[in-house]
């Protein structure tokens, strides 16, 4: 058996594929367990380039499950945990919170409760790495930013499942002596993102001519972080973090969105070689999203002094990046926004 066994949840996703791919590659004397329900946005073609790799496994498996979890723990004996399964969209969580507490809440504990009945004799060596977001820390005015030590805030159903698990997570190291690490990152992009997102959402619709739905005024305001910068950031707080920490990271780079609806619309149009102005026309606003936080804006001075880590990846060109994979990969495109897909679409912007 290899020596460090880690166990990565949610590692068919959007983060958790870069994450489980950094690892694996990065590390081959490490056996990597990606543990992933496969939900909607589980898919497994995300990892094709390592599944055949020797130091990885793929279990499939549901989180809210913990006898499924307490023999997956007693299976494989994990170094750590880097927890990234969840449900993962906002909108999602105002049709169906009730699915958020499951998964994010009670999954999150279940997994607490495995690794615990598992460590519990030594937690020497262990490490319960949860992987949160700055929106439990609410909305922030202009000119503020999130440090960790702002005061939780959660205002989605979303945002206050996943505070909820960062405080049960604070509670398993505060009464068992679990040994964590938090960290929240602001929004992601990049390949193999869903396109319920905003940034997919609009390339995907950019590509087949359809109106990109912009909430409310675009007014809102999110910083962005390229998907391997994330990944990157997890590797270090894993391996150099200090138990019982909480790590900010963020990109420094932040966007109105229909400012950046904009710039995608030129990049589309140069791409795809349309007439300047052509994807532009596309844009429609549509009734906000209820709730609508207005900005997130996060600090990651901790972080960069601490551990050294930047981002190292500027806007441009991971946009351009991220543009080229969604035009190369079309048939992933195609795949997932089959089915289930279609119906969530749909039914969400139906009344907008
Ligand atoms: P995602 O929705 O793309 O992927 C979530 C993964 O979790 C999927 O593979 C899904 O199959 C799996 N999953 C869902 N429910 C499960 C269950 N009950 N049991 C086992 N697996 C299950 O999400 P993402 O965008 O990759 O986000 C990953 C993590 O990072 C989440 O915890 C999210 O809160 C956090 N995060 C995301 C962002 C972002 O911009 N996307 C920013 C900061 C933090
Ligand atoms: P999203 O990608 O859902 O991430 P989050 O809500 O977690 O920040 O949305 C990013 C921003 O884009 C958010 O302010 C909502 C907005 N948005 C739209 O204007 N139109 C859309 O179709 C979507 C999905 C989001």
């Not at 590390?27 to 073609?45: C, H, Q, S």
């Not at 040994?179 to 390949?191: A, D, E, M, T």
């Not at 391997?228 to 920490?245: L, P, Q, S, T």
Request: aromatic content about 12%; glycine content about 8%.
């Amino acid at each position: 058996m290899a020596e460090r066994t880690i166990l990565i949840t949610g590692g068919a996703g959007f983060i958790g594929s870069h994450v489980v791919r950094l690892f694996v590659n990065q590390y081959p004397d490490y056996r990597i367990v990606n543990l992933d329900a496969l939900t909607y946005a589980g898919n497994l073609e995300n990892l094709r380039d390592i599944e055949q790799k020797p130091n990885y496994t793929f279990v499939r498996g549901d989180i809210r499950d913990l006898s499924f979890l307490n023999e997956v723990f007693s299976r494989y004996s994990f170094e750590g945990v880097i927890h990234l399964a969840a449900e993962s969209h906002v909108d999602r969580s105002l049709e169906q919170p009730t699915e958020f507490i499951l998964t994010n809440v009670v999954g999150t504990v279940n997994l607490l409760t495995a690794a615990r009945n598992q460590w519990k004799s030594d937690f020497r060596g262990h490490r319960f790495y949860h992987i949160s977001t700055d929106e439990v820390y609410g909305s922030v005015e202009h000119g503020g930013f999130f440090t960790e030590q702002t005061p939780l805030d959660p205002r989605s159903p979303y945002s206050a499942s996943k505070a909820a698990s960062d405080q049960f997570v604070q509670a398993f190291a505060n009464t068992n002596g679990m040994p964590v690490l938090i960290s929240r990152c602001s929004n992601n992009y990049g390949p193999n993102h869903f396109p319920e997102k905003l940034i997919p959402l609009m390339i995907n619709n950019i590509i087949n001519n359809k109106p990109l739905p912009v909430y409310g005024k675009g007014e809102n305001v999110r910083d962005w972080l390229f998907v391997k910068d994330h990944a990157r950031a997890i590797d270090v707080i894993y391996h150099r973090g200090r138990v019982g920490e909480v790590y900010n990271i963020g990109g420094n780079n932040e966007w109105k969105n229909i400012d950046l609806v904009h710039l995608l619309c030129e990049v589309m149009d140069r791409k795809l070689k349309r007439d300047p102005g052509t994807s532009a026309r596309l844009i429609t606003y549509v009734t906000d999203r209820p709730g609508h936080d207005l900005r997130y804006a996060i600090d990651s001075s901790k972080l960069q002094t601490e551990l050294g880590w930047q981002p190292s990846v500027d806007f441009p060109t991971g946009l351009d990046q991220t543009v080229d994979w969604y035009l190369a990969n079309a048939e992933w495109l195609r795949h997932v926004t089959s089915g289930d897909y279609r119906q969530y679409y749909e039914s969400m912007y139906a009344g907008r």
